[in-house]
């Protein structure tokens, strides 16, 4: 009997070659999913993890040029080990400091192992009476208060620590907004080098002005150096400018020079708004507001200035030790104090919960402190080079006051350690004609390391 038309078709159907583009669609995804799967120990699990935060293997930190004579290099860390003070070594003992020898030029320290978490270092000259503490390479900071003119000018560092090319961009402020200055744009460092920028020469000005530094590529180590110069005799003074990492909305300056003489507040107003900027000052009873306070209106990208030597130098202002600017918005502040022919300068100095240590020169000195974040304590002790323990002191902190704690002559270190608050700090070096002033800085113990697996985002 001969087949009927539908099994005939049924036959056909059944000997039909599978669809290659059907199969290829199924089959390569399941291929692929198995092949992550026994390749990649990590496939399905949670992709994004917290970086962990080890402590330092490597630390570097870059001190200015010598600004005068008796020039000194003291350099501590947490723990002892060994430093690299511009390629050569210094050993850095337990609880003590190494004073290193250098020339006139920016040092870069160096520290690994042991010695890199929490290394700090300090440089300092006696004529002039001048400090400042060696820096990180950060990528942002201001520096508020600098000058261009004739009696008041500017230098700025940059110093690149690595072997390879940097570029920064500096953004001035004046006092009727922005300045635009094309020398201060894209200004190549080439790696192990330095520049110097004189503010007088590229944009001389009476203004007050502000500098806000950007590392665009790479890593430089910023800072300024202040000039005070007298028009008649030739005579000047230098001293260094600390940084502020970022515009906030309290500034709280500690470390006044004794004596008459100017004491210039400049604030800058980073921000697209007017801002409102009102002064206190700080003592060990209480934060005030004298009756003669200025009051200060700032305009956006802008500078302001005012002279408070006639608010400092009050009846009122007898155990003051430090000045505090509250703003409506963020700014960024220093105090310039030209006392006696020397210069000091002021910046907010960073806040701190955790232990934090200070490298000084001999000499006296005293520590001044305040901002505390809630009512504590502070154990403050005081130790030579080899580590011995000079004084040891417990003080109490509030919020609303600021204490000064004398320190031995012989101290080179200082570690200030807080219970219950965090604090803000710095130690006042007095000097035969003048004093320099030190920040406190929040110790940088670990590193952040991001977690990394293999295999494809999800």
């Not at 020039?71 to 080990?81: K, S």
């Not at 309290?250 to 400049?266: I, V």
């Not at 219950?420 to 700090?425: C, I, L, N, P």
Request: glycine share 10%.
């Amino acid at each position: 009997m001969s087949e009927t038309p539908r099994t005939n078709r049924a036959n056909r159907a059944s000997r039909r070659p599978l669809d290659i583009t059907f199969v290829l669609a199924v089959a390569v995804p399941l291929l692929v999913a198995l092949a992550l799967f026994l390749t990649n120990p990590g496939f399905g699990s949670a992709y994004f993890h917290q970086p962990t935060t080890p402590p330092l293997d490597r630390s570097v930190v870059v001190c200015p040029g010598s600004v005068g004579d008796g020039d000194q290099v003291t350099v501590g860390a947490t723990g002892a080990g060994e430093a690299s003070v511009a390629d050569r070594s210094v050993d850095l003992p337990t609880h003590g400091a190494a004073l290193a020898d250098s020339d006139s030029d920016p040092v870069v320290i160096t520290a690994t192992g042991a010695a890199a978490p929490g290394l700090v270092a300090t440089r300092s000259s006696t004529s002039p009476v001048a400090a400042s503490a060696c820096i990180t390479p950060r990528a942002d900071q201001w520096f508020t208060g600098v000058g261009a003119g004739p009696t008041h000018n500017s230098y700025v560092v940059l110093v690149n620590p690595n072997p390879g090319p940097a570029v920064a961009d500096l953004t001035v402020l004046g006092d009727t907004g922005p300045i635009d200055v094309p020398a201060l744009r894209g200004i190549a460092v080439p790696g192990h080098d330095s520049q110097i920028i004189d503010l007088g020469a590229v944009m001389p000005t009476q203004s007050a002005l502000a500098l806000h530094a950007v590392v665009e590529r790479g890593q430089v180590a910023v800072s300024v150096r202040d000039r005070a110069a007298h028009l008649v005799g030739n005579a000047q003074d230098e001293d260094w400018l600390p940084a502020q990492g970022a515009p906030a909305r309290d500034a709280l300056l500690l470390g006044l020079a004794a004596g008459d003489g100017s004491r210039l507040l400049t604030v800058a107003n980073p921000t697209d708004r007017e801002i409102t900027a009102s002064v206190r000052l700080v003592s060990a009873n209480s934060v005030f507001t004298p009756d003669d306070a200025p009051t200060l209106d700032i305009g956006p990208q802008s500078v302001s200035r005012v002279d408070l030597a006639h608010v400092l130098g009050s009846a009122k202002a007898d155990g003051v030790v430090g000045v505090e600017v509250s703003a409506s918005g963020t700014v960024t502040a220093s105090l310039r104090s030209l006392v006696g022919g020397d210069v000091s300068l002021l910046a907010p100095s960073s806040s701190s919960s955790a232990a934090t240590t200070v490298v000084v020169p001999r000499g006296e000195k005293d520590l001044v402190v305040g901002g505390a974040g809630a009512v504590g304590a502070l154990t403050v002790v005081a130790r030579d080079a080899s580590g011995k323990e000079l004084a040891s002191k417990r003080v109490a902190l509030s919020p609303q006051q600021g204490l000064t704690v004398p320190l031995p002559s012989g101290a080179v270190r200082v570690d200030v350690t807080p219970e219950r608050t965090s604090f803000r700090g710095s130690v006042l070096v007095h000097g035969a004609h003048g004093l320099a002033v030190v920040p406190l800085r929040a110790p940088r113990l670990t590193s952040r390391v991001p977690f990394v697996k293999p295999g494809l985002p999800r």
